[in-house]
C-alpha cells in the first residue's frame, strides 16, 4: 500500500436545520476545509451543508459523486479513484451519520478491500442519541431499520420484536419514513402488550427536540403528534 | 410538570486521552461550565475530564453523585432530587456516550419516570462510529455487549452470532476487556467461518486509531496486537 494513497473520511451531518458547530466536532469542520473529493447522498444538500460548515470553501471546484439507492455497484466502482490518485475524499450523509441506515456500507467496504484507510468523524447519530436517551437496556440493543409497511408484515414484525426484546433482553430500535409515523404509533399502540415500554424520540438535537419512553398503557393518553417529525422508535418488554 | 425542574443532560466524553474539542462539539463544553451536579462512573476520571475541557471551572463546589456497578437501585433513588429542586445534571460516561454499554441507563428511565426532560448531547461513541466504518451492513445491525468469557459459553455465542448474521442479514458488534481482545481474535478466527467478514476497530478516534475488515480467512496473515486497546469487534456472514 503506497503511502500517498488518499484517505477516506466518514463525515457526519446535523439532523435538521440547525448550527453544524453546536452537534459537530470542530474536526468535522476542518477536514471539510481540506477535502475537494465527495460522495454525497444528494448533491444540492450536501452543497448546502459544506457552505453553511465552511462558507468561505469555493464550491465550483468540488469534485462530487452521487450515491443514492439507485446508484448501481458498477457506477460507484469509480467513486474511490481519487483516494488512488492521492486525494482524500469525504463521504456524507444525508442526515446524521453516513454509512449507517443509508447506502454509504458499500463504499466504505470498498475501501477496505482496495487498502483505504477509512477515517470516521464523530457527529449525531439518531439511533444513538435515541438509545441513550431511552432508558432502555443499552448493553443489549438492535437496531431493525424500516420497518414493513404491509399490514400483515408489519404485525408480524412487531410482535417478534417484542419477542425478541423479551428472551434476549435486547431493546429493539426501528424507523418509519415520517410522514407515517403517526400511523405507526397507533400501529404500535395497537399491537404491543400493555406493560411494553416504548420510547419515541423525535426531532433529536433540535429546539422542539421531543423524547418520551413510557409503558405502551401510558402512551395511549399522549397526544403528540410526530407526523413528519424524523423519530426513531424503541420497544422493549420486561 | 413544574417548568423549572431541571433537566438531564447526558454528557459524552473522549474515547482516550485526546484533545476534548476534536471529538466533541462546542455544546459539550458550554453545557459543562454551567452544570454543577454529575452523575459519573468514576469520580476521579470524571474530574480530570472536567478540568480538560472547562479548565476555569471551580471544581470544589461540584456535587458528584458516582453510578457504577456497585451502586445500588436504592442508593441512585435519590441521583435526581436535584432536577427536582431545580438544578439541571450531567450524566457522565467513563468513555464515550453515556447509558450505552455502562449502567447509566437505569438513571435516564427514572427521569422519564420522574418527568425530568433528557437531553442527549453528541459525542464519540466507539460502537457506531466502528459500525460506520466496518462497510457491513448498517441498515441491521445488534450490539451484543461482552461477550461469554468461559470457553463453551463463548465458542456457543460466537456461532451463535455468526448465524444470526446470515439468518437476519444482521451485523453483530461484540466487545471484550481489552487486556484480552488477542485471545478474543485467536478464539474468532478458529471458530468463524473463513468467508465471513470481520472488522475490528481499535483506538477509534485516537492517533493510533487501526480499523479493518477481512475475511476472516484474510485476517488469519494479519499480525496487529489489541492487547489493551480498546476494541469493538463486528462480524457479519454473507
Known amino acids: 500500500m503506497s503511502s500517498d494513497i488518499g484517505k477516506l473520511y466518514l463525515i457526519p451531518t446535523t439532523l435538521g436545520d440547525n448550527e453544524p458547530l453546536e452537534v459537530l466536532p470542530i474536526s468535522v469542520k476542518k477536514v471539510i476545509e481540506r477535502v475537494d473529493h465527495f460522495i454525497v447522498e444528494n448533491e444540492k444538500s450536501a452543497r448546502r451543508f459544506i457552505k453553511k460548515i465552511t462558507p468561505k470553501k469555493a464550491q465550483p471546484s468540488l469534485k462530487i459523486n452521487v ?22 475524499v469525504g463521504l456524507l450523509s444525508e442526515a446524521g451519520v453516513p454509512a449507517i441506515a443509508d447506502p454509504g456500507a458499500n463504499i466504505v467496504l470498498q475501501a477496505h478491500q482496495k487498502g483505504i484507510r477509512v477515517v470516521p468523524l464523530v457527529g449525531p ?46 431493546s429493539q430500535i426501528f424507523i418509519e419514513t415520517p410522514y407515517r409515523n403517526d400511523k405507526l404509533l397507533a400501529d404500535l399502540l395497537a399491537t404491543l402488550s400493555p406493560n411494553t415500554m416504548l420510547c419515541v424520540a423525535a426531532d433529536i438535537t433540535l429546539s422542539v427536540e421531543y423524547i418520551k419512553t413510557m409503558t405502551v398503557k401510558a402512551w395511549k393518553n399522549e397526544k403528540e403528534r410526530l407526523h413528519k417529525r424524523p423519530c426513531i422508535f424503541i420497544i422493549h418488554k420486561l
Open 125 to 170: 447519530s439518531s439511533i444513538v442519541l435515541a438509545m441513550m436517551s431511552s432508558g432502555l437496556n443499552g448493553q443489549n440493543f438492535a437496531f431493525n431499520g424500516y420497518i414493513p409497511i404491509d399490514k400483515i408484515q408489519r404485525k408480524k414484525k412487531i410482535k417478534e420484536m417484542e419477542r425478541l426484546s423479551q428472551s434476549l433482553n435486547q
Open 67 to 88: 450515491l443514492d439507492k439507485f446508484t448501481s455497484a458498477l457506477e460507484s466502482q469509480n467513486y474511490l479513484n481519487a483516494c488512488e490518485q492521492g486525494y482524500d
